[in-house]
C-alpha cells in the first residue's frame, strides 16, 4: 500500500513564508557612557583649580573691604606687586638659588645616610641589632632641638644649616626604606630560591624592587621635611636666602614679602612632589595601581 503525496498548488507556492525575525521591529539604541566618561566632561585641572580660585578670590573680597587689614595680611594684588619687584631686582631668584643649595645638599647627603642605615638594618639581623635601636632613639629627639649644639660643633656658617636639613631627612627615609626591606612577600623569596638565586640575588631582583615602592615613599616625606628644616636653618645667622628675606620683612613688618617667602616655599615643595612621583610613575610600571573613580 503505497502514500503518494499531492503536490502543493500554485496558489499555495505563490505565498512567501515568512518569519517573524526576518523582519524585527525597530528598536532606538542609546549608546551608554561609562561612568568615568560622564564624570571627566569637565576637566580635571580645572576642579583642582576651582578650590584656589576661590580662596583667592574670597581673600581679595575681605581685603578690599577692610575686614582683613594689610598690617594683619596684604592683599592678593599687592602681594602680586611685591613678588615681581622682588624678581626685577634680583633678591628673590638669589634667595631661591642659595635655599635650593643648601636642600640639595642636605638632601644628597640624607639620601645617602638614611638609605645605606636602612639596607644594613634591613639585609642583616646584626646590622638590625646594631643600628636600629640607636636610629629610634635619635629620629625621637627634635631636630630643632639640636640646633644650639650643631652651632657649637658646625659654627654659624653653611655647615649647620646643612646639618640640620640633613638630619631632617635621614630618618623618614630610613623607616620607610626598612619597611620596604621588611615587607617584602615571602613567597616571592621563595619563588626566587626555587629559581637558583643565590643571596644577593635575590637582594638585587627581589628585596630591592620590592622595597623601591617604600624607598621612594620615604623620599617624598623626606622631601617636605627637607623644607621645613631649611625654614629653621635659614634662622640660624643667615646672610642670604628665602629664610634670610622673611627676617628682614618680620623686623619691617612686611606681611607682603613674608606670604611671597611662604609661596616660594609652597611652590618649591610641590614642584620637588612633583618630580618624585613622576619617578614613582616611571619606576614603578610594573605596580598596578589603584586610581580612584
Known sequence: MS???????????????????ENPPAVDVVPLLPTSSRRTRVPRWLRRTTGPVLLLILWQLLSSTGLLTADVLASP????????????????????????????????????????????????????????APVQMLRTVPFVGLIPLFIIWFGIGEAPKVAIITLGVTFPLYLNVYAGIRGVDSQLIEAGESLGLSRWGLVRHVVLPG??????????????IAWLALVFAEQVNADSGIGFLMVQARDFLRTDVIVVCLIVYAFLGLLADFIVRSLERLLLQWRPTFTGR
Open 77 to 132: 594684588g599687592r602681594i602680586a606687586q611685591v613678588a615681581g619687584d622682588l624678581i626685577a631686582d634680583g633678591s628673590l631668584p638669589s634667595a631661591m638659588g642659595t635655599s635650593l643649595q643648601r636642600v640639595a645638599g642636605g638632601l644628597a647627603l640624607g639620601t645617602v645616610v638614611g638609605t645605606g642605615l636602612a639596607l644594613v638594618s634591613g639585609l642583616f639581623r646584626i646590622g638590625e641589632d646594631l643600628v636600629d
Open 211 to 224: 622595597a623601591l615602592p617604600g624607598a621612594l615613599t620615604g623620599l617624598r616625606y623626606s622631601l617636605g
Open 3 to 21: 502514500i503518494s503525496h499531492a503536490p502543493p498548488s500554485s496558489a499555495e507556492t505563490d505565498i512567501p513564508l515568512k518569519s517573524n525575525f
